[in-house]
């Protein structure tokens, strides 16, 4: 069975400052990796997504998350926030052969603060 | 324009009253899926359907029902709604083949609320 443990369910920075969210996940199989985004009061965008090939991949705004396999981990970062990132981000996977299951983690809660 | 629509966008009923939230996508899709968000606990999943008449139970399926009758929509229904089926509930869609099979798009969300 697949599951994903976001590690933290809120993440409080300043502007222009550095984040991390963590997402670490298990399968026995091949997998699929995404994070979402949900804005208040909105419904999920997909941010970006890892299905094969580079190990990094990036948003249009300036995200990236990295695959490490060995770890089991599939982290999303930035450099430097803004006060338009407040959100949240949840993490996801599908593994092969799971007949296409989304299995998210619980949600981190990134606040951006001024 | 490629997408998911979900209706009602939000609603408030009472205990015991049947409803019906749809759901349509108009990118010929085989697999939906309808998942509701609680705080603290993400995204779980109540329904799937791998193609026309075939449905199956998801990780919290109790107290609903679907059916997909034609490939592009997939009704979401609750025939005696319950307050703990209070939640804000998503739609959503993907192909079955290819790499692009497992991304899944969603629709806006319905939030329900049960008196």
């Known amino acids: 069975a697949q599951s994903v443990t976001q590690l933290d369910s809120q993440v409080p920075v300043f502007e222009e400052a550095p984040v991390e969210l963590r997402c670490n996940y298990s399968s026995s199989v091949s997998v699929y990796l995404f994070w979402y985004v949900q804005y208040p009061n909105q419904g999920l965008q997909l941010l970006l997504k890892y299905l094969s090939g580079s190990t990094l991949v990036e948003s249009i705004n300036g995200f990236e998350a990295e695959f490490n396999k060995s770890q089991t981990s599939f982290h999303l970062r930035k450099p430097s926030v803004h006060i338009s990132d407040t959100a949240e981000y949840f993490c996801?996977?599908?593994?092969?052969?799971?007949?296409?299951?989304?299995?998210f983690g619980k949600g981190t809660l990134l606040t951006v603060n001024p | 324009e490629a997408q998911v629509t979900q209706n009602p966008r939000y609603l408030i009923t009472v205990t015991g009253k049947k409803l019906t939230v749809t759901c349509s996508q108009n990118m010929n899709h085989e697999y939906m899926s309808w998942y509701r968000q609680d705080p603290g606990l993400g995204l779980r999943q109540i329904y799937y359907?791998?193609?026309?008449?075939?449905?199956d139970k998801g990780d919290v399926p109790e107290g609903y029902k679907v059916s997909r009758k034609e490939k592009r929509n997939f009704p979401l229904i609750l025939e005696s709604p319950s307050p703990n089926q209070t939640s804000l509930y998503f739609c959503?869609?993907?192909?079955?083949?290819?790499?692009?099979?497992?991304?899944?798009?969603f629709g806006p969300g319905t939030r329900l609320t049960v008196t």
């Open positions: 996801a996977v599908v593994s092969g052969g799971s007949n296409y299951k989304l299995t």
């Open positions: 959503a869609s993907s192909g079955t083949r290819g790499m692009g099979s497992y991304e899944q798009y």
């Open positions: 359907s791998m193609n026309v008449e075939v449905t």
